[in-house]
T-cell receptor, first 112, second 114 residues
Framework: GDSVTQMEGPVTLSEEAFLTINCTYT??????LFWYVQYPGEGLQLLLK?????DKGSNKGFEATYRKETTSFHLEKGSVQVSDSAVYFC???????????FGSGTKLNVKP | GAVVSQHPSWVICKSGTSVKIECRSL??????MFWYRQFPKQSLMLMAT?????????EQGVEKDKFLINHASLTLSTLTVTSAHPEDSSFYIC??????????FGPGTRLTVL
């Protein structure tokens, strides 16, 4: 079945460091891919998405490119801030049923 | 933007009692809502898909008689955990679908069963 695998955390970085959180997926058909962010005590917020191969989603300095050949959707940011500290979830959506499958989440800690 | 609320945000109950959790889409109508369960340091697990006016569709392994879902209107879905036990303690999150491929998530409800 469909599934998402993302790198385990926590990831600890200094402010202004480069961030990469790896995400790979398994899916039948052509899913849409997402990154969600969860701040402490809050619900999930959509960070960015891509709906087809080679699409690049971007928001707030974060980027991820839908790579069909490597079945990946890695999240990157060139310069992280303390305010980026949160848990990041990679997810895919099954177009047929609109179900979402989430990765296990990666906690990011950014230190000043 | 689209806002989804959940009530209560946390609840503590005794073993054997039932607990109802509400999920509301505040500024849009949602024909489909989803219920997830999140274990500590783990991902969200889809429990069921709830369509307004029809029976919910449960994922494999989820007991429909234990987790009762009602989607009575386009802005409200409820999850009732019946005869709760300590192993039901978890973080329950709902989401509402505003349009295809876009889901908005509620803040979650922390359930603790003593």
């Amino acid at each position: 079945g469909d599934s998402v695998t993302q790198m385990e955390g926590p990831v600890t970085l200094s402010e202004e460091a480069f961030l990469t959180i790896n995400c790979t997926y398994t899916a039948t058909g052509y899913p849409s891919l997402f990154w969600y962010v969860q701040y402490p005590g809050e619900g999930l917020q959509l960070l960015l998405k891509a709906t087809k191969a080679d699409d690049k989603g971007s928001n707030k300095g974060f980027e991820a490119t839908y790579r069909k050949e490597t079945t990946s959707f890695h999240l990157e940011k060139g310069s992280v801030q303390v305010s980026d500290s949160a848990v990041y979830f990679c997810a895919l959506s099954d177009r047929s049923f609109n179900k979402f499958y989430f990765g296990s989440g990666t906690k990011l800690n950014v230190k000043p | 933007g689209a806002v989804v609320s959940q009530h209560p945000s946390w609840v503590i109950c005794k073993s054997g009692t039932s607990v109802k959790i509400e999920c509301r889409s505040l500024d849009f109508q949602a024909t489909t809502m989803f219920w997830y369960r999140q274990f500590p340091k783990q991902s969200l697990m889809l429990m069921a898909t709830s369509n307004e006016g029809s029976k919910a569709t449960y994922e494999q392994g989820v007991e429909k008689d234990k987790f009762l879902i009602n989607h009575a209107s386009l802005t409200l879905s409820t999850l009732t955990v019946t005869s709760a036990h300590p192993e039901d303690s978890s973080f329950y999150i709902c989401s509402a679908q505003a349009r295809a491929d876009t889901q908005y998530f509620g803040p979650g409800t922390r359930l603790t069963v003593l």
